[in-house]
């Protein structure tokens, strides 16, 4: 591999991640505050999960530079477990149960609907 496939490579995950995060930003400003959560992160972890594991299992022949682009690249900057787990640290010191069942309840869905994703683009 040649300095200009790694740069291609890193200008993929640049650029995809750029996105990513610009998207999970504008979605979240959709979402008012509402405790104990805030449903933006939620929501884009969510469809991010999903959306992951539906074209991951339904585009099978996707080259190198789109998987990097793709998978590492938007849906590192799309998803995040750093502001779930931000999240519950904040509401931690008011009403830890709740923030350790929101954690929980998030990755449970998370995990669920990253499933359903896969189940339905192998069924497709």
């Known amino acids: 591999m040649g300095v200009e496939d790694t740069m291609l490579q890193l200008a993929a995950v640049a650029l995809g991640g750029a996105v990513g995060s610009v998207v999970r930003y504008g979605i979240t400003r959709w979402f008012p505050f509402i405790k104990p959560i805030l449903w933006g992160v939620f929501t884009v972890n969510i469809v991010g999960c999903f959306l992951i594991s539906f074209i991951f ?15 590492t690249g938007f849906f590192g900057g799309f998803t995040t477990m750093s ?17 350790l069942v929101i ?9 669920g609907v990253g499933f359903l994703g896969r189940g339905l683009a192998l069924v497709l």
């Open 57 to 71: 299992f339904y585009f099978t022949d996707m080259t190198e530079i789109m998987r990097l682009l793709i998978f």
């Open 103 to 111: 954690f929980v309840l998030s990755a449970a869905v998370c995990i």
């Open 83 to 99: 502001s779930v787990s931000m999240e519950m640290a904040q509401h931690w010191k008011d009403k830890p149960m709740r923030a």
